[in-house]
């Protein structure tokens, strides 16, 4: 079992910056792949940047590309989303998720742990 809490989320205005944080605590944090996820309300669960179990891979969903960027520091079992430049439509629950292959994925079934989540709302 891996246990999930993200941190970090809150109000910003457009062009602003956040960063979310996410710590796990259980089974070993480095075994897994990372991601984040994003849900607004009425709309599906997506993909929003991944990042391998040693750091050195990432992916990102195009609409966040060259804005957001997702690192860990496996030393703390923690993951993080510096997020820049933030619109309107950036705003949803954002969540942290485990994967246990070595480089994860975008498809949400595949994870495996889930965080409970954190809003994050952007105001024009």
């Known amino acids: 079992q891996v246990q999930l809490v993200e941190s970090g989320g809150g109000l910003q205005q457009a062009g602003g910056s956040l960063r979310l944080s996410c710590a796990a605590s259980?089974?070993?944090?480095?075994?897994?792949?990372m991601g984040w996820f994003r849900q607004a309300p009425g709309k599906e669960r997506e993909f929003v940047a991944v990042?391998?179990?040693?750091?050195?891979?990432?992916s990102y969903a195009d609409s966040v590309k060259g804005r957001f960027t997702i690192s860990r520091d496996n030393a703390k079992n923690t993951v993080y989303l510096q997020m820049n430049s933030l619109k309107p439509e950036d705003t949803a629950v954002y969540y942290c998720?485990?994967?246990?292959?070595?480089?994860?994925?975008?498809?949400?079934?595949?994870?495996?742990?889930w965080g409970q989540g954190t809003q994050v709302t952007v105001s024009s």
């Open positions: 259980g089974r070993s944090f480095s075994a897994y792949a």
């Open positions: 998720a485990a994967h246990s292959g070595p480089d994860g994925s975008s498809w949400p079934k595949s994870y495996a742990f």
């Open positions: 990042i391998s179990w040693s750091g050195g891979r990432t």
